[in-house]
């Protein structure tokens, strides 16, 4: 049974975003990877990733209400969330992103893979 999933996930634009209580952060345009993990129902954590009306818990919802974000793919795995999210070559742009309780020394689980060249105006 799965116990992690990845959000592959697309901002089309430059943005600067709140998230929560972590504050603004300046977001590049590009291709994301977010590692989340859900106990039970992981079905129903991903479905409610994948709705725009939500009420804004986590950082992701923060990112994912975005009009120039999208969730690109989705997948499932049964491997640990923090070694999953090790196993992505990336950047973390907002330190403790998805990982305020990450006892791995992650980072954060929001990794930035690939920039956009040209992402237009915030």
Same mark, same amino acid.
């Given at each position: !049974? &799965?116990?992690?999933?990845?959000?592959?996930?697309?901002?089309?634009?430059?943005?600067?975003?709140?998230? /929560?209580?972590?504050?603004?952060?300046?977001?590049?345009?590009?291709?994301?990877?977010?590692?989340?993990?859900?106990?039970?129902?992981?079905?129903?954590?991903?479905?409610?990733?994948?709705?725009?009306?939500?009420?804004?818990?986590?950082?992701?919802?923060?990112? *994912?209400?975005? &009009?120039?974000?999208?969730?690109?793919?989705?997948? *499932?795995?049964?491997?640990?969330?923090?070694? *999953?999210?090790?196993?992505?070559?990336?950047?973390?742009?907002?330190?403790?992103?998805?990982?305020?309780?990450?006892?791995?020394?992650?980072? /954060?689980?929001?990794? *930035?893979?690939?920039? !956009?060249?040209? /992402?237009? &105006?915030?």
């Amino acid at each position: !049974m &799965p116990q992690s999933y990845q959000l592959f996930i697309h901002l089309s634009r430059p943005r600067h975003i709140k998230i /929560g209580a972590l504050g603004t952060h300046h977001f590049p345009a590009g291709n994301y990877i977010y590692t989340g993990s859900a106990k039970r129902n992981i079905d129903a954590r991903v479905a409610r990733h994948q709705r725009k009306e939500k009420t804004l818990r986590w950082h992701i919802d923060y990112l *994912l209400n975005d &009009p120039h974000c999208r969730i690109v793919s989705v997948e *499932l795995s049964d491997t640990a969330e923090c070694s *999953l999210n090790k196993a992505v070559d990336g950047k973390v742009v907002v330190a403790r992103f998805g990982a305020s309780d990450c006892r791995e020394g992650c980072g /954060g689980h929001l990794k *930035l893979v690939g920039v !956009m060249e040209s /992402g237009g &105006p915030e």
